[in-house]
């Protein structure tokens, strides 16, 4: 067991890019979770899927926002033409039902 | 909606001094109970939570909540601080038994001063 793995640790980019971080989940959870933390917030929840399906997403996840997970393995967000409004820290957690571990995070910037 | 209340933003002990971190939520029925810690540019950390059963729970790093369900609190606590308690700590909900789906209060500060 790796824990769950979040790459990149850190993305600087600039506004109106387009970024896509990626999540490895523990192996045997078949279930994902994307949080978002801003600066001196709780983490918000964004979408989670069960194995590939996308069982839910928060209506903080705009049309900017796309999540995948396919094969139910590693899942990826990709953020098109970005805003400053972006800037935060993308969690990532899986789980089998109720109880599950967090990743590293990826922080974002935009400039 | 449910909700989580984290009263104080920041707290500050000295070392060796006893700690009580405060979390109140908001919802029908007794959810699942979280507390996870964070350092500086990090992920979250499990520190313990509560399913069912004792309503006090032992977590890592000696760290303990009581559960109270008449005043739909969970309140962490450690008898005596060691510097490196230092963080960021955060104090979640989730609906009892369906997921992971958390709901996360505004997150405590703690400062320990030498």
């Known amino acids: 067991d790796t824990g769950v793995s979040q790459n990149p640790r850190h993305k600087i980019t600039k506004r109106g890019q387009n970024v896509t971080f990626r999540c490895d989940p523990i192996?045997?959870?078949?279930?994902l979770y994307w949080y978002r933390q801003t600066l001196g917030q709780g983490p918000e929840f964004l979408t989670y899927?069960?194995?590939?399906?996308?069982?839910?997403k928060s209506r903080l996840l705009s049309d900017r926002f796309s999540a995948e997970r396919p094969k139910g393995s590693f899942s990826t967000l990709e953020i098109q033409r970005t805003e400053q409004g972006d800037s935060a820290m993308y969690l990532c957690?899986?789980?089998?039902?109720?109880?599950?571990?967090f990743g590293s995070g990826t922080r974002l910037t935009v400039v | 909606a449910q909700s989580v209340t984290q009263p104080d933003i920041h707290i500050t002990v000295s070392e060796g001094a006893s700690l009580e971190l405060r979390c109140n939520y908001s919802y029908g029925a007794t959810p699942y109970l979280f507390w996870y810690v964070q350092s500086p540019g990090q992920g979250l950390q499990l520190l313990l939570k509560?399913?069912?059963?004792?309503?006090l729970v032992q977590g890592i790093k000696g760290f303990e909540a009581e559960f109270k369900r008449s005043q739909s609190s969970f309140n962490l606590r450690k008898p005596s601080v060691h510097w490196s308690d230092a963080a960021e700590y955060f104090c979640?909900?989730?609906?009892?038994?369906?997921?992971?789906?958390?709901?996360f209060g505004k997150g405590t500060l703690l400062t320990v001063n030498p």
């Open positions: 509560y399913f069912s059963g004792d309503t």
């Open positions: 979640a909900v989730v609906p009892g038994g369906s997921n992971y789906k958390l709901t």
């Open positions: 192996s045997e959870h078949n279930r």
């Open positions: 899927f069960q194995n590939e399906a996308q069982l839910e």
């Open positions: 957690a899986s789980s089998l039902v109720s109880s599950g571990t």
